[in-house]
């Protein structure tokens, strides 16, 4: 990067972290440090819901994603509307009115302190698991600039949060969420318009995006119902609802976002901003990836885009042959750019036959590209067989460093760190909020004073960071990060949003009836994905639907109270 580029990075980071924590001001007690003192307005509600969700996984993987798979990942976010709707009917009065801390809450006085405790757990692994992987994100981006190992730009990162996170509390995080949005969405459409100035002469978006299509990039709806495919409209509107579901409405990071709104009514808008937004917002960053596949149809991409991970074979006796697949690479581009042209001159002439038969030349180069590059991903994995061979997240990013100007590469680079930033500060939020309510006020010290709980919320605001920052170190073994997080939080949502389910519309069942069944849920769904039975997304609907049919099964054979609130 330029001069510029560091400059524009880091004030940008500075400014919306001492904006945040300006803004916060001090923290007297643990209602202020966790839910802000319920005070924040509709927007700040919507925006903090929207910048909890947007990781920086969001910015730097989904464009990846779009590269390589298309634009079939956004009917996972189908289901959202209707989750949002049912949140604001059902969730969030409910959750206002018993002024709780947390979502936990709730189950014990609905059910007991056993049922309680097990959902808290859950959130804790799930959640403490995938904001590691949030973390890890941006420490892609210093890596790669830097041309340094991810261990230390992820202990860099992870402690930068740590630090505001601490001492702002959840002010200083929404705050800091609603300016990192605003500067997002402004640079996500200078990403766009770039892309498609850059693309070259005589092509345009409308060429760009037939061309994207003819190579499979613009699937965007799949209505072929199959429950071994992870997107297509019914796993998104039916897995896809219950996973946002159970996010926004048993998931702490974001129901200590909407709880901090000033009344029921700025929450439920907070909530309807958010189901309206994300899909259109989700739709261009994936169509961003698409015009960057159809930019690199004309311009050469790198044989592989973690430039780390080739540097590493250029330096072992694998090096002389991975020189060759990379001059075999090169030479089958220029056949494949070829081809490009000819399919783009193809659609000027609007002959089918002549379309077709283009389409199917440059398939054909694009499949020679692919198998070259494959054997030098096994190159990679002789080498290192524990080397990181998804480079999807790389793609983004690759594009942002070689190809965009002066100053529009910080602000890009910026977007990304502020979206981690953003999302692992609602995290260590909502993760401390737990473990000192649900935990340590509750079960191990109850009784003490507002100064002890809110040292033990920052101690635990400490402890889940080092934690997260852990669990960063080894998020590169698994994949494209987007589906990643995702389908970690598919193993449990479905269960947490079940035990919540039977708590507030079947009144009759009893905490220990709901206890037992939630066990057994979670034990069917790790089966379910250890065998690879189903795609991710239908854990959500199954784990739910397994938790309420059990429940009710065993309820009249199991002893409990019956539920306090009506």
Known sequence: MSLTDWIVLAATLLAVVGYGVWKSGSNKNIDQ??????????????????????SAITFLSAPGQAYSDGMRFVQFY????????????????????????????FLEQRFDLKTRALTSFLFLVQRGLSTGITIYAPSIILSTILNINTVYTTLFIGGLVIFYTVYGGTKAVSY?????????????????VVVVNLLPSGIGFGNALKLSGKLGRMNVIDWKFDPNNKYNVWSGLIG??????????????????????????????????????????????????????????FNKPPMFFNQYAVKQVKSSTYAPQYTALENQYTAVFEQRKIKADNLIKAFDTKNETQINQAQADLKLADQQSTDIRQKAIGLMKKND?????????????????????????????AIVFLASMGSTASALNSLASTSTVDIYKRIINPGASDANYLAASRLATIFWGI?????????????????????????IYGTILGVFVVAFYLKKIRGTSV???????????????????????????????????????????????????A
């Open 33 to 54: 440090f966790l839910m802000g003192g319920r005070s924040l307005p509709w927007y700040s509600v919507g925006l903090s819901v929207m910048a909890t969700q947007a």
């Open 78 to 105: 189908f289901g959202l509307p209707l989750a949002m709707i049912v949140l604001c009917i059902t969730f969030v009065p409910i959750f206002h009115r018993l002024k709780v801390y947390t979502a936990y809450e």
């Open 176 to 192: 800091t969420q609603l300016l990192q949005m605003s500067i997002i969405f402004l640079g996500m459409f200078l990403a766009g």
């Open 240 to 297: 896809g609802f219950f996973l946002q579901l159970s996010y926004f409405g048993t998931d702490q990071s974001q129901v200590g976002r909407y709880l901090t709104g000033s009344s029921v009514g700025q929450s439920r808008l907070g909530l309807i901003m958010n189901g309206l937004v994300k899909i259109p917002m989700q739709f261009l960053i994936l169509l961003i990836g698409v015009l960057v596949f159809a930019f690199y149809q």
């Open 385 to 413: 067989p524990k080397a990181e061979l998804d480079d999807t997240n790389y793609v983004f990013l690759n594009f942002v460093t070689h190809y965009l100007p002066r100053g529009l590469i910080g602000l890009l680079i």
């Open 467 to 491: 934690v997260c920052i852990g669990m960063a170190l080894f998020a590169g073994k698994m994949g494209n990060l987007l589906e990643a997080v995702n389908e970690l939080g598919s193993y």
């Open 515 to 565: 206890f037992i069944a939630g066990f057994i849920a979670e034990a069917i769904i790790c089966v379910l994905g250890y065998y690879n039975a189903v795609a991710y997304l239908w854990f959500n609907a199954i784990g739910c639907i397994l938790v309420i049919v059990i429940a009710m099964m065993i309820n009249p054979f199991v002893p409990g109270k019956d539920s306090t609130i």
